[in-house]
């Protein structure tokens, strides 16, 4: 009896925890971007410049969400 009520608040905080993601999901579907020409050239050009790289599979391999953090700090 024990394992199967572990089982249901397992069940019950998944339940939550994909309300609260489809939650998040639809705000992010309202954002709206601003348009492309509102943004300056050079910054285009980085953008594209780094989907051609990682297109190719040049891109940054962190092994802890602290190394991307420390990697974005300097």
Same mark, same amino acid.
């Given at each position: 009896m024990e394992n199967s009520f572990k089982g249901h608040d397992i069940e019950m905080m998944f339940t939550k925890i994909?309300? $609260?993601?489809?939650?998040?999901?639809? $705000?992010l579907d309202e954002s709206n971007y601003p348009p492309e020409e509102t943004l300056k050239s050079d910054f285009i050009e980085r953008v594209k410049t780094a989907e051609k790289e990682i297109s190719k599979g040049k891109c940054l391999d962190f092994e802890s969400m602290d190394d991307f953090l420390k990697s974005v700090e300097k």
């Open positions: 994909i309300g $609260k993601l489809e939650r998040i999901e639809e $705000k």
